[in-house]
Each structure stands twice: as structure tokens, then as C-alpha cells.
């Protein structure tokens, strides 16, 4: 889709506020590691893994996406390799969306064996989720065929609602557990990040339905601002519940 | 605008050394989080981000300027991509100004739940000015629209003038609340944060107004000391309040 110098300003302003949000975050974390005792440690080194990656995902994506337009008479036209603005999406959520599994995980009541099941579950059906999304958007029939699309949307949907089931298993399981305030900050953490998780599959499914430059932008801005708020938001949501947790225990 | 070599170089000059003295504190304050007691840690981790942040900017405005002038005949002619040499500063600000607000109220003496909804406001209301500013100047009619850029200016300039009242009252609040010394550091820090504050709206009004290479030269310049100003300098002035704060409270 050609874009005009406006709406491909303001997704070239989204990617790279992201980007700086997330290495804002990074950064912060880096130095506050210490805040919270060993038994929380394993989120916030997640959420420190998560930020690092998808910041420099996102230095690629700003890279693809400069290189992935052509101005030509005042339009940015797509060259040959435009489709490699949303690709490079997945590979970041193929190993950031695990990994904040592992932070969800890190700070519940659950824990010993049951937490390595769990564990190993929730990384497992996150890692699907991504890929069967991936082979349905760039790999089947190289991403032009609206049935795989849709058919691989329906797959990775069904882990999708796995991943729920399982996410408001653990945040039950952890209410009695730990401090009324805690709680609180884990639900919010919770309800934050299925909230924006909405928008994925309903990006997905835009994708098949509609064309345009400002749909482009709608999809990229939005991407852009769920990440901020899966990754920076429910990292320092976690954060603070894995401080609060690790005063409760003094 | 074409740039004779002294102007072109002078703009590079003040954009390296703006990215030097932002790396210098950076580097400073990445050692020296532990002068500071954990009530303030999150002053110091916010400039921490804030030049961290700016710093990269800076390499990405550098670079920007570079290719967007060709040098033909001993003037450098601005090719298709010289809006990029305003645009980038934007996708900054979208971040750090907001986290500057946290590193301000962060030394404050307002805590608890009011500092929570007095973040939550300055956050959002710097995080708008900003966006909104952004869309006049790029977005709206791709940023050729003089109207578009007054009409937007004047929403941004709202949020500006309601930031000066909460930043106000947050500083009158601290008056009786920390020592003598602290609070004359952080009325200075204040002081400074809002007089730089000036400049920025009056750079965006010189550009619907006045043309000219020496114009771009004010504007570039301007930006750039009012950066160092505004993040090292300030940086420096709140680490100093939340040193003293420290010392108070042994
Ligand atoms: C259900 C579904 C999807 C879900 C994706 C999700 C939920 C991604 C979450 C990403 C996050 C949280 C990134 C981190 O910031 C896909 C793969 C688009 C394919 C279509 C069906
Ligand atoms: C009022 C106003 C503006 C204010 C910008 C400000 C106040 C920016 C501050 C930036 C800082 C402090 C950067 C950090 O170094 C805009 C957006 C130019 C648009 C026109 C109206």
C-alpha cells in the first residue's frame, strides 16, 4: 500500500517511540534488578530479556521499514520488500511472548513442580501461537492465500484461548497467596495484558479484510502501542508485585 | 532550505556535542545509583533512561543529517529526506519528556496514592503535547498546512500550560517537606526545566514564520541546547535534591 509522507510519518513516529519505550524500560530494569530477592529475580531478568529483544526488534523493524518504501512524487511507494515491516513482528513475539510467560509465572503462588508444568505449558502453547500466526501470514503459499490465512488464524486461536484458560488458572490459584496489594497489581497486570493481546488477532483479521493506507497505519500504530503495553506496562505492573511480594517476606 | 558549509557545519557541531554531553551523563549516572537511598532510586533511574534514550536519538539525528543534504557545488541541498532532521526529535520528547516528569515528581514531597494520580497526569498531559505538536508539524495534511500546524500548536500549547500548573503546585507542596537546601536545588531545577520549556514552542511558531538558513541554524542549535539543557542539566539538579533528601533522612 502506498503510504503519503504523513501516514508513513506517523508509523515511522510509532516504531520508534516504541523502541525508545522499551529501552527506557530496559534500561531502568537493568539497575533495579536488585530491588526484588532471589526467589522473584527470574521475572524481572525476563522482563529485562524481553525489552532488550524487542528493542532491538524494533531498531530492525525502523531499518526494514526505511529501506521497505521508496519516495517517489511526494507517496512512499512499497519496493520488493515491504512485506518485511510486519514479518519481523513475529520473530520478536516468537521469543518475547514465552519469555513474558515466564515473568506471569515468576511472581504467582504457584510454584515447585507444578510450577514447571506450568511453565513448560505456557511457553509451549505461546511458541505456537506465534508460529502457526507466522506460517499462516509469510510462509504458506508464501502469505498470499487468504484460506491459509484464515485457516491458520483458527489454529493459533485455539492456543490463544489455551493461554487464557491457563493465565486465569494461575492468577486464582495466586489470590489467597500473597498480600491484598499485591494482588491487585498482579490482576491489573493480568487484565492489562489479555486486554491488548485482543488486538493481535483482530490486526490479523484486518489484514484479510481491508486495504488502504490508513488501515496500514491503524495495524503499525497499534502494534506499536500493544507492545508498549504488553511489554513496558506489565513489566512494571510485575515489577511492582515482585517488590511487593519480597517485603512481605522480610 | 540549501545550507552553506558554515551553517550546515555549525548544526553538526551542536547536534555531536548535544549527543556527547547526553552520553556523559548517561555514563555518569549509570554509576552512581547507589548515592541515592531507595525512596529517590527512581529519579536517578529516570534520567538514567531519559539520556540513555536522548543519547541514541541524538546517533539517529546525526545520521539523518547526514543523508538528508547533498553537497552539490559547495552548498548542501536537502534531498527528499531533510524533514527528517526535525521529525526525529519528536519520537524523543514522546518518551523522555514524560519520564522527566517522573524524575521531577520522584524527588517531590508527594507520595502515595496522590503521587500516583499526579503521574498518571503529567505522564499523560506531556505525552499529548508532544503528540499533538507532532501531528501538526508532520501528520496532518503530511505537514504542509500552515492552519494544521497553528490549530495543533494551539491544543499542544493547552497541555503545556496545564503542565506548568501541576509541575507549580507540585513544587509548592515539597516547600515544608524537605530541607532548605534540597528544595533551593529543586526550585532551581524547576526554574530551569521551564525556562528552556520556552523555547520549544516558540522554535515551532519561527518555522511557520520564517525562513532562511540562518533560521534552520537557530532552530537546530536551539534544540539542542535546550536538550542538554533540560536533561543534563536538570538531570544534574534533581540528583543533587535526591542526594541531599538522602542525607536528610539518616
Ligand atoms: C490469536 C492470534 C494471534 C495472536 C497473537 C498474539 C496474542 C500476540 C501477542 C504478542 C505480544 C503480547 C507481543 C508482545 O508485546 C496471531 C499470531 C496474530 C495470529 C492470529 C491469531
Ligand atoms: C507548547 C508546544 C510544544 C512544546 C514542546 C515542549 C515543551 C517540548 C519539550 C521538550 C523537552 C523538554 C525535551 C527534552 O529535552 C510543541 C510540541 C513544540 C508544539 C507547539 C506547542
Same mark, same amino acid.
Given at each position: 500500500v502506498p503510504l503519503g509522507p504523513g501516514a508513513h510519518d506517523l508509523i515511522h513516529f510509532s516504531l520508534v517511540v516504541a523502541g525508545f519505550a522499551l529501552l527506557a524500560h530496559f534500561l531502568r530494569t537493568w539497575h533495579s534488578?536488585? %530491588?526484588?530477592?532471589a526467589r522473584y529475580r527470574p521475572a524481572v531478568l525476563a522482563s529485562l530479556a524481553v525489552t532488550g529483544v524487542a528493542f532491538l526488534s524494533y531498531v530492525y523493524l525502523v531499518l526494514e521499514f526505511d529501506q521497505g518504501y521508496d519516495l517517489r512524487e511526494g507517496v512512499y511507494q512499497p519496493n520488493? %520488500?515491504?512485506?518485511n515491516t510486519l514479518v519481523p513482528r513475529y520473530m520478536d513475539w516468537a521469543v518475547t511472548v514465552p519469555l513474558l510467560m515466564v515473568e506471569f509465572l515468576a511472581v504467582s503462588a504457584v510454584v515447585g513442580a507444578a510450577a514447571r508444568r506450568t511453565r513448560f505449558t505456557l511457553v509451549g502453547l505461546a511458541f505456537l501461537m506465534i508460529l502457526t500466526g507466522f506460517i499462516g501470514a509469510a510462509v504458506q503459499e508464501d502469505g498470499t492465500s487468504r484460506t491459509a490465512l484464515i485457516a491458520w488464524g483458527v489454529v493459533s486461536s485455539a492456543f490463544y484461548a489455551a493461554l487464557h484458560v491457563v493465565l486465569i488458572r494461575v492468577l486464582r490459584r495466586s489470590r489467597g497467596a500473597m498480600g491484598a496489594q499485591a494482588y491487585t497489581s498482579y490482576r491489573n497486570a493480568t487484565i492489562l495484558l489479555l486486554s491488548v493481546w485482543g488486538w493481535y488477532p483482530i490486526a490479523y483479521a484486518l489484514q484479510v479484510w481491508f486495504g488502504g493506507q490508513w488501515w496500514t497505519v491503524t495495524i503499525q500504530v497499534g502494534f506499536s502501542a500493544a507492545d508498549i503495553a504488553a511489554k513496558v506496562g506489565f513489566g512494571a505492573l510485575i515489577h511492582k508485585v515482585a517488590k511487593l511480594r519480597t517485603a512481605e517476606e522480610v
Open positions: 534488578t536488585g %530491588e526484588v530477592s520488493a %520488500e515491504a512485506l
